[in-house]
């Protein structure tokens, strides 16, 4: 897998602002490529996690899932291994304080991945024109 970049700038700003409390959010793909964040309705936020209600989920295809964690630390805890193994195989964890160099990623068992970035050209939905 890779991200587009602008999909990750748009994640370290949304964690920036979400700051104090955790930012959560699912990722989807266009073909290998991680292109959209999904902010699942219902989502409950504090300083100390983040809470997907992922019954809530749109019926859209995500690949994995993405959160900050205000604390700076990118490991993830057991509630995130469990989110890990149900859900997706790429997860993104940002810390504080949310730049280019603060984020790791994870497969499905909580190992470290690398993804690349990568430049993506987004195409317009004319139907939304």
């Known amino acids: 897998m890779k991200i587009a970049r602008d999909t990750l700038n748009f994640i370290l700003e949304v964690c920036k602002s979400s700051y104090p409390k955790e930012f ?3 990722l989807s793909a266009t073909g ?5 964040v999904v902010v699942v309705p219902g989502t409950e936020s504090t300083d100390e996690s983040a809470v997907m209600q992922l019954f809530m ?3 859209i295809r995500t690949v ?6 205000p604390t700076g630390n990118t490991r993830p805890s057991a509630a995130d291994l469990e ?3 149900a859900k997706g195989s790429v997860h993104i964890i940002v810390g504080a304080p949310y730049t280019i160099s603060s984020w790791t990623c994870y497969d499905k068992e909580g190992n470290t991945v690398k993804l690349e970035i990568v430049d993506y ?5 004319e ?3």
């Open 24 to 26: 959560a959010g699912m």
């Open 32 to 36: 290998d490529v991680i292109t959209d």
């Open 57 to 59: 989920l749109p019926n």
């Open 64 to 69: 994995g899932s993405v959160h900050s964690h």
């Open 83 to 85: 989110l890990f193994e």
């Open 121 to 125: 050209e987004f195409k317009e939905n």
């Open 127 to 129: 139907e939304n024109w």
